[in-house]
C-alpha cells in the first residue's frame, strides 16, 4: 500500500466504509477491502475497471463514475452492514 504512513494516523482503527475515488487497477481498494472495510471504488476508465474486477476483493464494488458530478456515486443506496458487491456499471 502505498499510502500506508498516511492510513496509519487519519483512518479509523475500526473498519467501516470508505470510498476509494480514481480506484484505478483496485491496489488501495483490495488492501482497504482486507482490512475488514467495505470499499466503493470509483473509476471512470472502463478498461481500468475491466482489467481491475477479476482480481478484487469481495468487498469491493465498482462504479463507472467521475468528478465532479459523481452522479450514480450520489444516487446509490447506501450498502448494507456486510453486503458486498462486485459490478461494472456502464
Known amino acids: ?6 492510513v ?23 488492501w482497504l ?5 467495505d470499499v466503493i471504488a470509483v473509476e471512470p476508465s472502463r478498461g481500468m475497471r475491466e482489467l481491475a474486477i477479476p482480481k478484487s476483493h469481495p468487498n469491493v464494488t465498482w462504479l463507472d463514475d467521475s468528478l465532479p458530478e459523481f452522479s450514480r456515486l450520489r444516487a446509490r443506496p447506501p450498502l448494507r452492514p456486510g453486503a458486498a458487491q462486485r459490478r461494472l456499471d456502464a
Do not use: T
Open 1 to 6: 500500500m502505498v499510502h500506508g504512513g498516511w
Open 8 to 30: 496509519k494516523g487519519n483512518l479509523p482503527e475500526a473498519p467501516g466504509f470508505v470510498c476509494d475515488i480514481g480506484a484505478g487497477s483496485g491496489r488501495d481498494a483490495n
Open 33 to 37: 477491502a482486507e482490512k475488514g472495510w
